[in-house]
């Protein structure tokens, strides 16, 4: 683990899998957290288990102004944010021909829109120069053949991947 002794981090996507375990990590670090996800209840017990360091946050990432809001809400009560970590991604389990356009939208809301415009609302607060953005990407877009019923996973990663790099050069003064 990256030493984040008393940094301040939003960690979005925190109810599970990799948020979680970044999320438990960083408090053990010494950090104060702001964990996000949709399922406040998943959250709240996490909270609950970590102590004064974390703090809940309920946000469904594929609402513009969550994303917005819960950058805010995040700052105001960690008094800033020196890091943000972005884990949500969704897993249709079907292959190409049976995603439908709604699902589609769903996959590049949460896995590419989201990551987005939350780093977006974050980058007014993280300071130039030691400011961090982490995205968690997957192996998944460099598989030939891709996994099997996970290409608009794998597909959205690509994107997700792409913005990264898009995002280091328009704006160095930030680590991503």
């Known amino acids: 683990m990256i030493n984040?002794?008393?940094k301040r981090l939003l960690v979005v996507?925190?109810?599970v899998s990799i948020g979680e375990t970044v999320?438990?990590?960083a408090v053990r670090g010494g950090a104060q957290v702001a964990i996000a996800a949709r399922r406040k209840d998943r959250l709240d017990a996490i909270s609950a288990d970590l102590g004064s360091g974390c703090v809940a946050l309920e946000a469904d990432i594929s609402d513009p102004a969550a994303c917005h809001s819960v950058v805010e809400v995040a700052v105001a009560a960690l008094g800033g944010l020196d890091w943000l970590v972005y884990t949500p991604a969704l897993f249709m389990l079907r292959t190409l021909d049976e995603v439908t356009a709604e699902e589609w939208r769903r996959v590049f809301d949460v896995g590419v829109i989201g990551a987005a415009l939350v780093t977006k609302a974050a980058l007014a607060h993280l300071r130039p120069g030691v400011g961090r953005v982490a995205w968690f990407s997957s192996d998944s877009t460099a598989s030939n053949p891709h996994w099997a019923g996970l290409a608009s996973y794998a597909i959205s990663k690509v994107a997700l991947t792409k913005m990264m790099d898009c995002w280091r050069f328009e704006r160095?003064?930030?680590c991503f």
Request: proline share 8%; aromatic share 0%; with cysteine.
């Open 4 to 6: 984040c002794e008393g």
């Open 13 to 15: 996507g925190a109810s």
């Open 23 to 25: 999320a438990r990590e």
């Open 172 to 174: 160095p003064d930030v």
